[in-house]
């Protein structure tokens, strides 16, 4: 008896510590991302605090704050990713229930394509739409010739628009992925019931697709507000007079400006807003479940 | 199965037709365009040329390509080894460990770019570890920025894989290692590559946190595409948009062909 | 005035339950053809369905019976023949312009929806009126026995709850033709049972509603079914009252596809006088067998006779005998199945209530059958 009691107490005790070696592995990783992104986010907060003179202060970040640079960078930046993300919500349903529903023969392939634009840098698009929005671009030098224009009509893309149109392009996939995803794990004999009761397209649009897209929408939605806050390529190639955001912001305090306090306060408050809404996402995932948001994260 | 008569079946296609051409077709095509132009009055470009593209790979515009593609390699290698690691190592902790820590390997991608290169300037521009006008500096931005695509690349690979696997080679006998790099491994290889692509292709076309530490001697190419584009030279930039994209689609294709022994069961 | 609206609500209604419970609706497939590239799925169909009756259409996989439903509801458009409900074509009409009520395997409830909008669906779509809504929601849900379920979503239902639901919101639009896809295929074996005759309750209470009921499991179509229509490869095969079809099938296919069938080739003889009878001879052994019109003295033919016709002890009416000996013999619990090779090296099947002493494999017995039971056949090959 007491021998069967030692040995199971042995074997428990081995599974433990079993347990914790094999715990043990994590720890290489954590260091590594301690040391490479934990303790620089830590000196961002350490160098917000310290004035001119080296010493510790608020009043780097009061100025901050009280700036109207910030202020305006700030609602630029909230406006822009606010903007873009509707921008991608409709975009994105609209090309999703089109693919999804309404298929035509390489739909998948199509799909893929675009899908294909992740990858990309996203100042591709940028460059792109100088060609063609831009005040040489196509659209301007075709309206001026056909209307003999003195002045290039079309102006939006050197403001807030023109980033907002980037953005849409090239953010849009991240909706259509989980509404995709969401749309093929639906039942598709809801719609043809639906239609054989009596509904006609819109109203089976409206009543048994959309509440199906609501969580892909959500949490698809999350992350291109999370991605369109911390954009930076996009607004650094359209380098428009008063389209400034927090990161570009964050870049002119730092490179050029060699301003470091200021750049470190304005960053603190990015990486939190961005922080905010990275929970947020990950709340939404946690709650509307991972296949429903075909998780590219 | 939404709609019913040919013609709102051919109204519903023609706006997508126009919307995808309008949205995703037209500045790839333009981009190409512009790389070929000469000249850009008139509504369409004129006097095509190769001059560009053979201008990117001489001088300033090769050295840019070669610092890409090491970046991208090494950072995409690293962050590779350590978001597989993590993801292996993660099994093997308690539930409440595994639900705390698996955050902290996302949250680098959720902080903008840019304030993680001012961070690892602020942090490495003084003692105890001095980087900044390193080679260095620029590889680790580029790895803190994508461990997390690989690490949820290679979490989601393993989700996926059948615990009968492993529990059927550690009653035949096989210690963790061995089961590690004869079992896991290979049947994960669809995944390792599928990550490594992404935080590739991610690598290339990182322009905010590079930005903000590169050294004068190692220019990354969306850096020199932004330098171009900047002082007015957008055919030479355009020409080095396409040929990243190439390169970048070449090095996806590669290794998207690497043959993997084993599909894993899904 | 919501008083006034709802009596006129309510006349209509009673004027269209008339109207139904009088006349019904048929149900017509001319020479329809669905063909997708170069495989053809329906092949040249005409089948009617008359008012009121419930058709059950079965046959083996692949044969185009849910294909050809899935065109009298309008999500296949045939590329040629016609549909018509009715006194309309509706080849070319839209499913929701089709005035049809369709029940699918898998309920197709919508998740996001109460029950009680969940059966409001259809009535919601052609915007009637909300007194009209009511009523029907609460009518159609007490016909299917699922009247306190109102509140409820699909996802707190049973299987078999769910699928009632389906069926009240099929019926809560008052369509003049009833289409279910394999209505019970998901559900358990007793619940299966007990929804058999719930729906054949359903289609007593609805004389006007005229059916379609497509299924692979026998038992539902013999049991529900005014008339079966078996289809294979595209192509109608037998088409006859369910009565009609098992007792005397029209062909080899369909004897052997509805129940199971001993086929007996025989070689035709002469009328037998005074009888409705002809022989059959079956390897110098005459059987009698019911005549069929369409076989002449001299043909080549096959004498069909079902398993559990065939009995051991001979009764009065069993004039035929056959013998052979038993290969096999297996217990069900509520009876015994036989294997009998006979003289020609051909297997015959017998099933009978459980025999106290069953007889051991090999030994040499007699079966015996009633002329009555005996159908002929024209001669094909398996």
């Known amino acids: ?297 | 199965m939404l709609l019913w008569s040919t013609r709102s079946k051919a109204a519903v296609w023609t706006v997508a037709g126009v919307i995808g051409f309008a949205v995703y077709l037209l500045p790839m095509a333009v981009i190409i365009m512009a790389s070929f132009a000469g000249q850009w009055n008139e509504a369409l470009p004129s006097n095509f040329t190769l001059y560009h593209y053979t201008q990117s790979v001489q001088g300033d515009s090769a050295s840019q390509l070669f610092a890409s593609l090491v970046t991208g390699a090494l950072a995409s290698l690293f962050a590779l080894v350590i978001g597989a690691w993590a993801a292996l190592a993660l099994r093997g902790v308690g539930r409440t460990w595994a639900r705390l820590l698996t955050p902290v390997f996302f949250i680098p991608s959720a902080v903008p770019s840019v304030s993680v290169g001012l961070g690892l300037l602020v942090a490495f521009s003084q003692p105890p570890v001095l980087l900044n006008g390193t080679i260095a500096i620029v590889l680790i931005a580029h790895f803190v920025l994508i461990s997390a695509f690989t690490f949820g690349n290679v979490s989601a690979g393993l989700e996926r894989l059948s615990p009968d696997f492993e529990q059927v080679a550690e009653s035949l006998g096989a210690r963790p290692s061995y089961r590690l790099r004869h079992v896991t491994l290979p049947l994960m290889m669809p995944y390792l590559l599928a990550a490594f692509s992404l935080s590739f292709a991610l690598s290339m076309g990182e322009l905010g946190a590079t930005v903000m530490v590169y050294p004068p001697g190692w220019v990354t190419m969306p850096v020199g595409i932004f330098s171009l584009t900047d002082r007015g030279d957008v055919f030479q930039g355009a020409a080095l948009t396409m040929l990243l994209v190439l390169v970048t689609l070449f090095v996806l294709v590669a290794v998207s062909k690497v043959p993997t022994k084993a599909a894993a069961q899904r | 005035m919501p008083t006034a609206s709802l009596a006129a609500a309510m006349t209509q209604e009673a004027a269209m339950t008339r109207d139904a419970a009088s006349a019904g609706t048929r149900v017509s497939f001319d020479k329809v053809t669905i063909a997708y590239g170069s495989s053809t799925i329906v092949d040249q169909l005409s089948l009617s369905i008359d008012p009121g009756e419930i058709l059950a259409l079965i046959g083996p996989s692949g044969s185009g019976k849910t294909t050809a439903l899935r065109a009298l509801a309008g999500f296949v458009r045939p590329i040629a023949g016609r549909i018509l409900i009715g006194d309309t074509d509706v080849t070319n009409l839209p499913p929701y312009a089709r005035d049809i009520g369709m029940v699918v395997q898998n309920y197709a409830l919508f998740p996001h929806m109460k029950v009680e909008e969940n059966v409001a669906f259809g009535l919601k779509a052609r915007k009637a009126p909300s007194e009209l809504i009511k009523e029907r929601v609460a009518s159609s849900l007490k016909m299917v026995g699922m009247s306190g379920f109102l509140g409820r979503y699909p996802r707190q239902l049973s299987g078999g709850q769910q699928q009632r639901i389906a069926i009240a919101r099929a019926l809560a639009i008052r369509p003049r033709v009833l289409l279910l896809d394999e209505p019970l295929s998901a559900l358990d074996a007793q619940i299966r049972r007990n929804m058999v005759e719930e729906l054949a309750k359903l289609h007593r209470d609805l004389p006007g509603l005229t059916v379609l009921y497509v299924t692979h499991d026998q038992v539902e179509a013999l049991t529900l079914a005014d008339r079966i229509a078996i289809m294979r490869g595209g192509k109608l095969a037998a088409h006859a009252p369910s009565n009609a079809l098992y007792r005397r099938p029209p062909n080899r296919f369909a004897a052997e596809f509805l129940g199971r069938a001993n086929l007996l080739e025989v070689q035709l003889g002469g009328h037998e006088q005074g009888t409705p009878y002809v022989r059959a001879d079956f390897g110098g052994a005459i059987l009698l067998a019911n005549a069929n019109p369409q076989l002449r003295q001299g043909d080549k033919a096959l004498l069909c006779v079902r398993p559990h016709d065939l009995v051991l002890r001979r009764g009065e009416d069993h004039d035929n005998t056959i013998e052979g000996t038993v290969h096999n013999l297996q217990w069900h619990g509520d009876q015994h199945a036989l294997t009998i090779g006979l003289g020609d090296d051909s297997i015959v099947r017998v099933v009978s209530a459980p025999l106290r002493e069953p007889p051991a494999p090999g030994t040499t017995i007699a079966l015996h059958f009633a002329a009555e039971d005996a159908t002929l056949i024209a001669h094909e090959a398996a």
């Open chain 1, 1 to 297: 008896m007491a021998t069967i009691a030692g040995d199971l107490g042995k074997s428990v005790a081995a599974r433990a510590g079993r347990r914790v070696a094999g715990s043990a592995w994590i720890v290489p990783p954590l260091i590594i991302i301690a040391a490479l992104f934990v303790y620089p986010l830590v000196l961002i907060v350490r160098q917000a605090f310290t004035d001119a003179d080296g010493l510790v202060s608020l009043a780097p970040l009061l100025d901050v704050l009280a700036s109207r640079s910030f202020a305006g960078a700030l609602v630029n930046t909230l406006e822009i990713a606010l903007a873009s993300t509707a921008a991608c919500i409709v975009l994105g349903s609209v090309l999703s229930i089109i693919f999804s529903f309404v298929p035509f023969p390489g739909v998948a392939f199509v799909a893929r394509l675009i899908d294909t634009y992740i990858a990309l840098p996203t100042f591709l698009v940028t460059l792109a739409f100088t060609f063609i929005y831009g005040s040489a671009g196509i659209i301007n030098a075709g309206l001026m010739h056909a209307l003999h224009l003195q002045l290039p009509p079309v102006q939006f893309l050197y403001s807030a628009w023109g980033v907002v149109l980037a953005e849409m392009t090239v953010y849009t996939p991240f909706i259509m992925r989980p509404l995709m995803a969401a749309f093929s794990l639906m039942d598709r004999s809801q719609i043809e019931v639906a239609s054989s009761l009596g509904g006609r397209p819109s109203y089976v649009l409206r009543h048994v697709i959309v509440p199906a897209a609501l969580p892909a929408l959500l949490a698809g939605g999350s992350l291109c507000l999370l991605l369109t806050v911390n954009e930076f390529g996009i607004v650094l190639f359209i380098g428009a007079k008063g389209v400034i955001t927090l990161p570009l912001l964050i870049y002119t305090k730092a490179i050029q400006e060699s301003d470091y306090s200021a750049a470190c306060g304005i960053a603190m408050i990015n990486i939190a807003l961005s922080l905010g809404l990275f929970t947020l996402y990950r709340l939404i995932i946690a709650r509307i479940g991972k296949a429903n948001a075909a998780v590219v994260h």
